[in-house]
């Protein structure tokens, strides 16, 4: 599921000089009193649509998938496996070449030194004064510029972090975060270096450098960040060959550590002390032409690891709307073998997190079919790879769509839904922003389930998970969740407690699955879909929606 350290500029953030971790031991074999227990419980009989949904979890969350990491043959076993499912539901192939399958060039992109940074012609030190990024679009990046200091690097339509700043052929050097005061979703987005570097390649920089403010640097210190900074990150290659930097924006080049920052600041007529006090809102933030020339020497490496998205179409019956598509999306891929927990279990199988989400999609498919009334707009069923790394599947579909990118009218998108409960209520993030609120409040209520707001405003989840790369081309999207009333919320906190990304998100000895709920939450999701596909109008942003307007959405302006 949905990662926040990704999403906050893994992809072009910095990262440790290291070797790639060993395999993990193998799992240690079951007891006897475990294999019966296993057998007994998938030995269970349940009605014929719940056993279904069971059959497509209990294998895409085998041991034998080993946790479907992106880029692995059983990724890939998995990927076919959903194609002929989706074959069976009577979907068309919407992938490559008249296949099911869509390539997706993932890279895995690293620092291949440990790079060379110098303010006027004085080195820094490396894992003392800075860390060096990647430039997933070149091997080596070399350049010299003076700096200029815009603190988070925001710009909205209430803040400008760039006012009477010229950045233009310079080096813009920002902070991870945003300022207070902003909606927890777009702070979200600000956050991210993703975000931050766009915004300067909009105000014709030519490169980042993150800032590690002195509260930072006492809970982290950069020795600690060395030790712990992810080796490799990945992306996707363009169709040249070169790394896609996620967001489109320019490389970052550095992450400075506190006492580098100070570094940079000399001369300048203020201590990088005194600024992040002003950017924590103790002070007034003002942003600033830096004295000193930063020169940049970084090299990358890029490694092929190519996966797949698996696309089936239902063709729309209305001639007059049948040409937009509806997108229902899932990812694929989990995390693959790591740390053994406490009973020597190396795999992280993914069970909820989301075997569950795949296997909703593919029997929403099959609901279709069944019902034997085709929907009015074509319906896109998408299972994408490397969520897991950062949203790349679906930012590799949503930017190189295998149908008409501006056909593509909603997303809604299914991402571990936590099925260990009765739910009596759904949540979908992102409901606010756009008309599909209305449409999902309505279906869930022909579905015999209720609508809540969004009960964790603060995680930001709107912008976490797959639905929001397609935001980011201008598409109406949800991420629809089962609700947290009743005994939902003690649930939910106790997956994220003890199996969110652990080997025990498993069929049986994971938490119990309630596959009526899974039913349930089925139903729903294939309402949802009709009601989206069958509307008189499509779906479209609310007038004013920041993320609406902020990617020219339909009807945001």
């Known amino acids: ?11 072009i953030s910095t990262a440790a000089i290291a070797q790639d971790a060993p395999p993990a031991p193998a799992p240690a074999a079951p007891t006897a009193a475990e294999l019966q227990m296993r057998n007994g419980e998938l030995n269970a009989v349940l009605p014929p649509a719940q056993a279904a949904m069971k059959a497509h979890v209990m294998f895409l969350a085998s041991d034998a998938m080993r946790g479907r990491d992106a880029g692995s043959p059983e990724y890939d076993i998995a990927a076919n496996y959903v194609a002929s499912q989706f074959y069976a539901a009577g979907l068309r192939p919407a992938g490559d070449d008249g296949s099911y399958l869509q390539k997706v060039p993932l890279i895995k992109v690293g620092p291949a030194d440990i790079g060379k940074l110098s303010l006027n ?29 815009v603190g988070y690097g925001v710009v909205s339509p209430t803040r400008d972090d760039y006012a009477g700043l010229d950045v233009r052929g310079k080096i813009v050097a920002v902070v991870r975060g945003a300022p207070d005061g902003l909606d927890s979703e777009e702070a979200a987005h600000f956050g991210g270096l993703p975000a931050k570097a766009a915004i300067a390649k909009a105000k014709g920089a030519i490169g980042i450098i993150a800032l590690q403010t002195p509260e930072v640097s006492v809970r982290m210190p950069m020795a600690k960040t060395v030790a712990t900074a992810q ?15 996620m967001g489109g924006g320019v490389p ?77 999306s899932a990812h694929l891929d989990h995390v693959g073998v790591g740390s053994p927990n406490k009973k020597g279990d190396t795999i992280y199988n993914g069970a909820m997190d989301n075997a569950v989400g795949i296997a909703s999609l593919i029997e929403e498919a099959k609901r279709f079919k069944a019902a034997g009334k085709a929907p009015r707009r074509s319906i896109l069923f998408l299972a994408v790879t490397a969520e897991e790394k950062g949203l790349v599947g679906s930012d590799y579909f949503a930017n190189n769509p295998t149908i008409d990118k501006a056909r593509m009218v909603a997303d809604v998108n299914l991402d571990m839904p936590i099925i260990t409960y009765k739910f009596t209520d759904v949540i979908a993030f992102g409901a606010a922003r756009s008309s599909l609120g209305d449409i999902v409040k309505r279906a869930a209520a022909t579905a015999g389930a209720t609508f809540s707001p969004d009960p964790m405003p603060e995680m930001a989840l709107f912008v976490r998970s797959d639905h929001y790369r397609f935001v980011q081309q201008g598409v109406p999207s949800v991420f629809l969740w089962p609700g947290t009333s009743g005994p939902g919320k003690a649930a939910v906190d106790a997956f994220f407690a003890n199996n969110y990304h652990q080997p025990s998100d498993e069929v049986v000895q994971g938490p119990p699955i309630d596959w009526e709920s899974g039913e349930r939450f089925i139903n729903v999701n294939y309402q949802i879909a009709r009601d989206i596909a069958d509307a008189p109008q499509r779906p479209a942003w609310n007038k004013g929606d920041f993320f609406g307007t902020l990617y020219n959405g339909y009807g945001a302006k």
Do not use: C
């Open 121 to 149: 012609g004085q080195a820094l030190t490396f894992g003392q004064d800075y860390l060096p990024g990647v430039n997933p679009a070149a091997a080596e990046t070399t350049l010299a510029a003076p700096v200029v200091y």
């Open 252 to 328: 970052t080049l550095a992450t400075l550590s506190a006492a580098g920052a100070e570094k940079l600041f000399a001369g300048s007529g203020m201590s990088w002390a005194k600024a992040a006090t002003a950017l924590s809102g103790k002070g007034k933030f003002r942003g600033t032409a830096l004295k000193p020339t930063l020169a940049v020497a970084i090299k990358t490496v890029t490694t092929p690891l190519p996966s797949y998205n698996v696309a089936g179409i239902l063709p729309g019956s209305d001639p007059t709307v049948a040409p937009e598509t509806v997108v229902l």
């Open 231 to 245: 080796p490799t990150s990945v992306t996707w290659a363009e169709a040249d060959g070169k790394g896609h930097i």
């Open 1 to 11: 599921m949905f990662r926040p350290a990704l999403l906050l500029g893994l992809l």
